[in-house]
């Protein structure tokens, strides 16, 4: 859902799709109808806020990716990570996982078991970015920074860590294959948060509490895709956390279907060969279960 809207500076605002995964909420709202990318993220879940039942947590089954990085980044929670690379990696609140799936990487994405007996809980985004055509069949890689090594800005009621790319003055070390911008932004009630319109292709993202441009408001759950061009200020009404991400326009439009992201068509159609017939590697440690192809 999304609509069009008189706000300035603003031109449609994505209502994300929920659904219900046996008690963990999913808001997507990358791709939508009216917007599929915005820059290289062509792909955007909101995870939780949810509190597993005790025993219970989050358990991704070994899945493959094809021409994209994952970027996780949590508010809440911990997942254990897992890929075809050997690594095993706990992503914490305030770190990046950013794993690049490139020419083809197998991973999962699981609630430890020591995290488990109490109930775990989970609050975070998972985005998808695209790769350039020339970096689709890179090699797959994978970097984890902490939170500690990600430059943050504080004063004037905000807390802002820059995520990926360059903001206000600011350059994340996070190994990009585009121009983008990827930042979570803590407000106090009253702070103000202006937005460069440095990049063509801008959004906000609404994770928590009420946010007012130009006086008109947006409760947490809204993709705000901006004009190019227009600077805006995003003022908090109460403490509210916003996320804000872009970049420049991708090289050509982008097929995705399934776990899968590509300029081919064709491209995906062989990674779906692939993973049917087990030619994808395996994940050391997370070798007994995997996810079935789709049918369709």
């Not at 350039?132 to 905000?158: C, N, Q, R």
Request: proline share 8%.
């Amino acid at each position: 859902m999304s609509d069009q809207i008189d706000t300035p500076g603003i031109d449609t605002v994505i209502v994300p799709r929920t659904r219900d995964l046996g008690g963990f909420e999913v808001r997507r709202a990358l791709p939508s109808a009216r917007r599929r990318m915005v820059g290289p993220f062509i792909f955007w879940d909101q995870m939780g806020p949810a509190r597993f039942p005790s025993g219970e947590g989050l358990d991704v089954r070994p899945h493959p990716h094809i021409g994209l990085a994952t970027l996780t980044y949590l508010f809440d929670g911990e997942i254990m990570h897992r890929d075809s690379l050997g690594t095993a990696q706990p992503i914490r609140p305030g770190e990046v996982n950013w794993m690049t799936a490139g020419r083809g990487i197998v991973h999962s994405e699981r609630t430890d078991p020591t995290l488990r007996e109490d109930g775990a809980s989970m609050f975070g985004i998972q985005a998808w970015v695209a790769l350039p055509k020339v970096h689709e069949e890179t090699a797959p890689g994978f970097v984890h920074l902490g939170s500690d090594e990600l430059p943050t800005i504080e004063g004037e009621g905000k807390r802002v860590r820059v995520i990926a790319g360059s903001l206000w003055g600011a350059a994340s070390p996070v190994p990009s294959y585009s121009e983008m911008i990827y930042a979570d932004a803590v407000l106090d009630a009253g702070a103000q948060l202006p937005i460069p319109a440095e990049h063509e292709e801008r959004a906000i993202y609404v994770a928590d509490g009420t946010v007012s441009i130009a006086e008109d408001r947006f409760e947490a759950g809204r993709l705000l895709i901006l004009n190019p061009g227009d600077g805006v200020t995003v003022e908090a009404v109460g403490h509210a956390r916003v996320l804000v991400l872009g970049g420049e326009p991708m090289d050509g439009p982008r097929f995705i279907w399934w776990n899968f992201v590509s300029s081919s068509q064709d491209r995906i159609e062989a990674a779906k060969a692939d993973w049917k017939a087990g030619r994808f590697a395996v994940v050391p440690g997370d070798d007994e279960e995997f996810t079935p192809l789709p049918e369709g």
